[in-house]
């Protein structure tokens, strides 16, 4: 069978693409992983390659130029719009030592219940079928920089929180679950807090500072469906008087995002998109 030469030239550009995305990336990965986005199998294409590694270099040329060595950083995986939400997930982004920025955050497996956290390049982190090629981060304060950076390069200090029961919308005051924004602000305050040792604790923190999670509105049919048709949804974790009440509180991008400058953490949020 030969392929018409169209075809060929799209595949030869496609993996050519890649391959740049590899280099870039420090180390692709064959898990299907996600946050923030759908589990649909989707391959790539040259237009998403290339919108997400023009979105990641214009991000590396800003992190570089603010002189910072971590961010938190986010992006548009889903179109949240419907409930007022703009971006879908965030991770922790810093500058390692040998030079190009890595960004550590925890991904659902698709199609099950379960978590892992990931250590991948930014181009990597901007090449999962993004909905919008847009990126927003903040710049930790100094303090809040030093605190953070050894958990974020030290493999058995991340993992230490982690929960890998994997939640899309766990209840922001539980321990059942765990998903990925409330996985990055744990994290945050067992670097900040040498009192916390666990989950609980942890939560505790986050309160003090005033962290407040967002409020989702959801019916019960619309909580029956989500359920029924994803292995990675639950709301058995809300308290029963929330739930019935249609009052799902979970973490969010632009809740964390928000809080951070209120509570005097971080500066406010800035923006990259491609084009």
């Not at 958990?151 to 890998?164: D, F, G, K, S, V």
């Not at 766990?170 to 989950?199: F, K």
């Not at 058995?236 to 009440?245: G, K, L, M, Y």
């Not at 400058?261 to 949020?269: K, N, T, Y």
Request: aromatic share 8%; hydrophobic share 45%; with cysteine.
């Amino acid at each position: 069978m030969h392929l018409d030469l169209n075809r060929s030239l799209h595949l030869h550009r496609t993996l050519t693409l890649w391959l740049a995305a590899a280099s870039l990336a420090c180390g692709l990965i064959s898990l299907p992983a996600r946050a923030g986005q759908d589990c649909e199998n989707r391959g790539p294409t040259v237009a998403s390659v290339t919108q997400g590694m023009a979105l990641a270099a214009r991000v590396a040329q800003a992190l570089d130029a603010s002189g910072a060595q971590v961010v938190v950083l986010g992006r548009a995986g889903q179109d949240l719009s419907a409930y007022g939400l703009r971006y879908s997930h965030l991770g922790w982004a810093y500058k390692s030592a040998e030079g190009p920025w890595r960004v550590l955050h925890k991904l659902n497996t698709c199609g099950t219940g379960r978590s892992v956290v990931m250590r991948q390049g930014l181009g990597e982190f901007f090449l999962d079928g993004l909905w919008r090629y847009e990126a927003v981060w903040a710049v930790p304060t100094p303090g809040v920089q030093a605190a953070l950076l050894p958990w974020l390069q030290n493999p058995q200090r991340t993992a230490w929180l982690h929960e890998p029961a994997y939640n899309l919308v766990s209840y922001a005051w539980g321990q059942r679950y765990q998903q990925s924004n409330q996985w990055a602000i744990e994290l945050l305050a067992v670097a900040m807090a040498p009192e916390v040792h666990d989950r609980a604790q942890a939560q505790a923190w986050l309160r003090l500072q005033g962290y407040q999670p967002t409020v989702l509105r959801l019916g019960p049919l619309t909580r029956l469906g989500a359920r029924v048709s994803r292995a990675q949804v639950a709301f058995d974790d809300h308290p029963a008087e929330q739930r019935f009440s249609d009052r799902i509180e979970t973490v969010t991008v632009d809740s964390v995002l928000a809080w951070l400058p209120r509570a005097g953490l971080a500066g406010a949020p800035l923006r990259a998109s491609w084009p």
